[in-house]
């Protein structure tokens, strides 16, 4: 059963936007921390939004000010817009739910995060 499954990847030029789903089984979907990580080519998986269970969020310096998390309790969904996309932010972009060390999760950290979704591709092209 597959417990986080993202959507909405896709090639963009640069300057586009593309929003990103992402949705929760009932046993995955707690009201705690969600994030979204992504991993260029060659690249090590890099953390770039988090929000929590009362709505606050924390962003990576690299997307901060063009990327929108939020989230749906109601549907257990976990969205992230991303407007004014670049070559650079090309990569496989992947939800992740159940962090269980507070520090971990708003740093970031893959090793928080218990559960992720297989990826959905984003391609910026120039």
Not at 5 to 11: I, K, L
Not at 40 to 47: F, H, I, L, S, V
Request: glycine share 12%; net charge positive.
């Amino acid at each position: 059963q597959v417990q986080l499954a993202e959507s909405g990847g896709g090639s963009v030029q640069s300057g586009g936007s593309l929003r990103l789903s992402c949705a929760a089984s009932e046993k995955t979907y707690r009201r705690d921390y969600m994030a979204w990580f992504r991993q260029a080519p060659g690249k090590g998986r890099e953390g770039i939004a988090v929000i929590d269970s009362d709505g606050r969020v924390s962003y990576s310096d690299s997307v901060k000010g063009r990327f929108t998390i939020s989230r749906d309790n109601a549907k257990k969904m976990l969205y992230l817009q991303m407007n004014s996309l670049k070559p650079e932010d090309t990569a496989i972009y992947y939800c992740a739910a159940e962090c269980g060390v507070g520090a971990w999760c708003w740093q970031l950290q893959t090793r928080g995060f218990a559960n992720w979704g297989q990826g959905t591709q984003v391609t910026v092209s120039s």
